[in-house]
Every structure is written in C-alpha cells, then in structure tokens.
C-alpha cells in the first residue's frame, strides 16, 4: 500500500468523511491521491483561514475529525489561526501538510515557502495541536499515524501531519487502530460514586452542559442523565446548540448579566453545579452576576474530574458518564429545580419599520417553527447574540476563541458534512474576511441562506468604544456580489421586506441565497443591550 493511500483510509476508518484543502506544489502529489482514489471527497476553497474554519466546522457537527490538507509553509501558516481557535474550542481536526521531500531538504538552499528553518512549520503547530509526526520513513509511518489520529478523538483536540512530498507513493503497511487506552476501573468507580453523592446531597442540583458532550458524541447520554437525576439542563454560552433535535429538557443558556434573569439564579444559586465538558473560558464565565465558586462545582473537562479541592486524573468525560448511568436511578429523581424554560421572541411584524438584530431573531424563528430547524454557523459580532435568541437549534461557532470569519466557511462544512442546508449569520466586517467563500458554493451544488448583519460597523467593538470612529465600517452592498459569485442576492432595509426575502430565501433551493440586512448603527441584540449595560456600569464603578 502506499503511504498517502494508507493515510486516506486511516482518515475514514477513524471518522472522517471530508477533506478540506487547498493544494500548493509540496502538497500537489496528495492532492493527486486524494482526488483519484475517492476515498474521501475534497473540497477546496479559495484561502486556507477558510480551509481552516470548514475543517472544524465539519469536526463540530459529525461528532468526528475534521481533516484540513494544505501546503508548505505559505499554506500551512495561513491556517494557524484558524487550528489555534480549534485547539482552544477542543475540536479535533486533522492539519495535513505538504513538505519538502527528503533530498530537497538535505540540498542546503533555502527552499520556497521556508519561513526559518525547515522546522518551524513543524513548532509553530507543536504549540497548537496535541500529536504531531512527520511522515518521512514509511516504515514508522502506520504507527505514528494510528496515535495521532487515537490521540485527536481521545483528546477531541486538532493533531498534525507533515508528509513530505517524495513519500507520498512511498510503500508501507495499512494504518492499524490503537485501541483506546485503559479505563482505570477502581477511580472511575470512586468518581462516579463521589459526584452521584453530591448531587444527591445537594438542595438545588444543576447540570451544565458544554462543548466537549458534543465532540465524545454522548449528548443523549447526558440528558437521560440528567432525566434520572432529576437535574434541570442548561448549556454554556458555547455550549449553546447542544441537544438540538432530542427531547432533553433544556432550561436554555447561562449567559450570566447578558441572559435570562431565571437561568441566571437557576445556575448562580446552584449548589450542585455539574460542569460537564464546559471550558471554564471568561465568555462562558466572565459574564457572572456573582462569582460563581467554583470550587462548590463539579467540573469535568480535558479527562479530568475536579471535586472541591481534589482532582480525578485521566477520567474520560464518556467514561464518567457511562459510570454515572450505571450507578444513577431509574426513576426521576424528586427534584423541584427544572421549571425555568427559556422564551424566544417570534412573531415578526412584517410592517415598514427599521430592522433589529432581535427583529431576524424573530424572523428565523418563525421561519423555523414553520419549516423546521435548519444548523446555524454563526460568526463573532452581534449575530451571534442574536443567535442566543433563536430557537434550539445545532449551533456551531467560536464562542470562546472568538476568530472572526468563522461563520461563511463554517455553514460550508456544515453542508459538505452533513447536506444539510445551512443558515449562516454573519456581520458585516467579517463577511469582509471570509465572505468570499462563498463563491464556491456553485462548484458544489451548496445553497446556505446568508444573513448579513450590514451595521456598517465594528458594532461589538463599539459598544466597548463608543467615541472611536474607526469603527465605521464602509456600506460595501454586499447583496450585489451574489449574482456573480453564483447566488441571488437582496438588499433588506424594512421588516416587510425581511420577511418576503426570507420566504424566497427558503422557497429558492440550489443556489445559496444572501440576505444583505441593513441596520441602523448601534441597533443591538437583546443579549448585547444587556451585556453593554453591565459594561457601563462595571466602567463606571471603577472608575469611582
Ligand atoms: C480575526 C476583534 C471582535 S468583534 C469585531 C472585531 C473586529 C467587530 C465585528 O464586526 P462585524 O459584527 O462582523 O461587522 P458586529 O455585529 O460587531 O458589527 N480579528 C479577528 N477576530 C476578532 N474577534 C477581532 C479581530 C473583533
Ligand atoms: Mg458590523
């Protein structure tokens, strides 16, 4: 077999199912490979910070490795931000990227694409992603292969390949799997017997709900989990999208001073916190009206489990939850803590006044009760607040990283991984980032629905500095560029008319449709208006 086969068909025995990338000439003999054996389909993409996003994305929603192939050098390290952002968000995507070949690398000119030493490439990834190898002796290779891969989805982390060009059609073995570690039996016991207790001591027990349940798969597990305990279920802000489409009873989202006062209480006067997969980061945190101790809580996340002041290591989160079912009753437990149930602004009145983020949160909304949910990738800004205020629905977006330009490239993985037709919310100074994306959904037969927040600003940033006028944004028309790039475009600029392009929007399938919304600057979200109001008064108090 050769090598660049026996990686291919690793990738899809270990998950994957799409390959994003885009090709240079170190890369162009996989490339070759890929596109001629079949084994997983490719995707290009016009700049890798795409590549990047729609390899996580895909990584998101399959519950799987997302696989991101690129170039040397040039290509490699226009994915770096986009990897950082999955290291720091615990999605397992795969970076492979071309090399120079061994004779090239021996030959002592600087080679093309080199950025200091032949190795950098290979430290900058170090830094973020769990497992590295080069692949350059087909002997070692299938070894060092099967522990990336087993240590990308045990770890739900992105990994790193480096196959130098000249080893591609190198001969190896087939790639075996490792089998997953050992389960260490006697802790996992005493752990999940530890937290149980807690739980059942607790007056006012709550289970919160973040990222890492989705990238283990175990989303049902947890809320029969929570359904035999008796435990209400929110999610983290990032967390948000989790459980959409099972019947776990979801209070909503903890979005601290920015959300629901109830789900607030619900969490902050909690003491039984359960942290399940929740990445303690300030966006899921930060926004606190007390200060939640964490040391009352019982956190699980990264294999491990932290009690009070003590640590269970290497406890897999599907493996503490397996232990918890085993051990949990089977009955609901006689707990009085689930009654808070969010509510979600619908209705839209389809009348001549101005449009507000939290008029296109009705708008999807009544769009989705009508027709049913459709995935959402959402970018950073003020659409992804609004989001908040849309109806449970698979959610994915950089919560915590907060990388601009997530959002096109994402609803592209979204609709390679899964052929489901996306919505992607996207505000205006990000779709100048990666909107271009966008034109390669012809190619593909994709047909997301684009709803661009046009404020002509920086919005978010100016709700931190107001008096800066560069947050002003130009007003680039943006619904203009569709017909070229290969969709229908409209310009929105009252309620009436959002609706109709809505209703066309979903009417009209296999061309993406771009819904350019215009808004006034300084309309803001439910979620942000209340978030800017506690900013105001934090800035205020201090400085007293
Ligand atoms: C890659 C910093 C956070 S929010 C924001 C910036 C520049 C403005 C977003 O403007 P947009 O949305 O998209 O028009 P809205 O609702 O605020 O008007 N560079 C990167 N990522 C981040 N997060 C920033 C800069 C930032
Ligand atoms: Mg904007």
Redesign the pocket.
Known sequence: MQLGHALLAALKDHGAEVIFGIPGDFALPFFKVIEESGILPLYTLSHEPGVGFAADAVARVNCSLGVAAVTYGAGAFNLV?AIAGACAERSPVVVISGAPGTAERASGLLLHHQAKTLDSQFRVFREITCDQARLDDPERAPAEISRVLRSALDQSMPVYLELPRDKVTAECEAVAKTPPGPVPTDALAECAAEVLARIATARTPVLMAGVEIRRYGIEDKVAELAGRLGLPIVTSFMGRGLFAGSNAHLAGTYLGVAGQPEITDLIEQSDGLLLLGVILSDTNFGVSRRQIDLRHAIQALGRQVQIGYHVYPDIALDALVDAMLARAPDAVANKTNGTVAAEYPAGLVADGAPITPTDIARAVNDMMRAQGPMPIAA?????LFTAMDIEHTQLVAPGYY????FGVPGGLGIQAATGLRPLIL????????TGWEIGNCRRYDWDPIVMV?N?A??????VFQPESRF?D?DDWHFAELAEPLGGIGERVTIRAELKSALDRAVATRGRFYLIEIMLERGALSNTLTRYAARLKRGQGSSAE
Do not use: E, H, P, T
């Open positions: 931000n970018d950073v800004g003020d659409c907060a990388g601009m330009g996207v505000g205006d100074g990000a779709f100048q980032m927040f404020n600003s920086w919005g978010m940033l100016r947050n944004l």
